[in-house]
Every structure is written in structure tokens, then in C-alpha cells.
């Protein structure tokens, strides 16, 4: 089965700062990869996705990630931080041709500092 | 306007007294699931349904039954809540598309918080 695992809990960046936050998924086959964002009382919804083709991949709000088959990673980084990205962050990977029941890393609360 | 309803938003409940939470969603998707989550813990599956009348255990059914008489809905049903069934609840659905499916979006509500003294 799928496993992803997100490093830190808890991620405490300046604003201005650059984010990252990192992901790793445990598969032989590249899975699909997905980041949700999730803003305080709020559900989640999707900030981006890697299904296929071109490894960086460009979300909204100025996110963006990078598959790495090589080091089974999909990181989330933005060059700079806002207040508004304070929020929680989950990775997300789904089977190719296989389950199609998504597995969520245990999520990353991403603190902006003024 | 494309969304996933849940209700109640909020609801404080006594141990034994069954309750239900309802998940409506409008775009006719074939997958909805139930999540719980809890700090640290992250986003846990609960139940998931295929589509009508076909419904399946997540990784923690325990407690919850779940049915789906109609493609659009999909209610969670605590029969006899107990304190450790205290949590943030999520209801979420998205196309099934047997050629891509893994691919598919999840689309959530926005949470039913639950409390059970």
C-alpha cells in the first residue's frame, strides 16, 4: 500500500520567506501526487497536481512542486510567503491503474511571521 | 455553484444518542468518502462509495455506517457516539473516470465538527 510522509508538522517561515514543504511517497511506480491546502474553517481543495509530462508543476497562489523520481519526492516551495498562506497543507498520492482511494500524509501547518 | 454540503457545521452531542451527518453534492460524482481528522493524526478514511448502493470500509469504520440510495447523497450515521468519535468530519466526492482515475480531484465540504461529552 501507499504511504506518504510529510516532514514536520510544523513549518514557521517569515513572511517574504521562502516555503518548503516536504513530501515523500513510498511507491516503486510514480503515483499520482496531489497538495491540498487547507485555510482555517475551511475544507480542503486542491492547489495543485502531477499526473503526467512536465515535473514542475504550477499551483494557485504562486505554489508550485517538483516530482523527483529519483528521491520519490513531490516538495511544495512558493519563493515567497504571504500571511494569507498561513494554513494547513496535506500531500496527497493516488495509484496509476490501480486503487483509486487517495492516501493523505498526516499534514504540515505552515506559521507566517510579520 | 459546484460545491459539497454538510450538515450540521457544528454539534455537541451526549454518549448513546445517535446522530447523523448529511453530505449532499451537486456535481453528479460517482466517489464520495467520509474522513475524520484529528490533530496530528491528519485526514483518515472513514468510508468510501463507488456509486449508488456500493459502499466500502476506509481505514477506520469503526462506529459509523454509512449508505448511498442515491448518487447525491451520502450520510454518516454515528449509531451510539462515544467521546473518542470527537472530531473534525469531511465529506468529499469526485468523478469516477475509469480511464484516469487516479488522477480525479477530490472535492470537499466544509467540515462538520463534532462533539461527543
Known amino acids: 500500500a501507499q504511504s506518504v510522509t510529510q516532514l514536520g508538522s510544523h513549518v514557521s517561515v517569515s513572511e517574504g520567506a521562502l516555503v518548503l514543504l516536504r513530501c515523500n511517497y513510498s511507491s516503486s511506480v510514480p503515483p499520482y501526487l496531489f497538495w491540498y491546502v487547507q485555510y482555517p474553517n475551511q475544507g480542503l481543495q486542491l492547489l495543485l497536481k502531477y499526473t503526467t509530462g512536465a515535473t514542475l508543476v504550477k499551483g494557485i497562489n504562486g505554489f508550485e512542486a517538483e516530482f523527483k523520481k529519483s528521491e520519490t519526492s513531490f516538495h511544495l516551495t512558493k519563493p515567497s510567503a504571504h500571511m494569507s498562506d498561513a494554513a494547513e497543507y496535506f500531500c496527497a498520492v493516488s495509484d496509476r491503474g490501480g486503487s483509486y482511494i487517495p492516501t493523505f500524509g498526516r499534514g504540515t501547518s505552515l506559521i507566517v511571521h510579520p | 455553484e459546484a460545491q459539497v454540503t454538510q450538515n450540521p457545521r457544528y454539534l455537541i452531542t451526549v454518549t448513546g444518542k445517535k446522530l447523523t451527518v448529511t453530505c449532499s453534492q451537486n456535481?453528479?460524482?460517482?466517489?464520495m468518502s467520509w474522513y475524520r481528522q484529528d490533530p496530528g493524526l491528519g485526514l483518515r478514511q472513514i468510508y468510501y462509495?463507488?456509486?449508488?448502493?456500493?459502499?466500502d470500509k476506509g481505514d477506520v469504520p469503526e462506529g459509523y455506517k454509512v449508505s448511498r440510495k442515491e448518487k447525491r447523497n451520502f450520510p454518516l450515521i454515528l449509531e451510539s457516539p462515544s467521546p473518542n468519535q470527537t472530531s473534525l468530519y469531511f465529506c468529499a466526492s469526485s468523478l469516477w473516470a475509469l480511464q484516469s482515475s487516479g488522477a480525479n480531484v477530490l472535492t470537499f465540504g466544509a467540515g462538520s465538527r463534532l462533539t461527543v461529552l
Open positions: 462509495s463507488m456509486n449508488v448502493e456500493v459502499t
Open positions: 456535481m453528479n460524482h460517482e466517489y
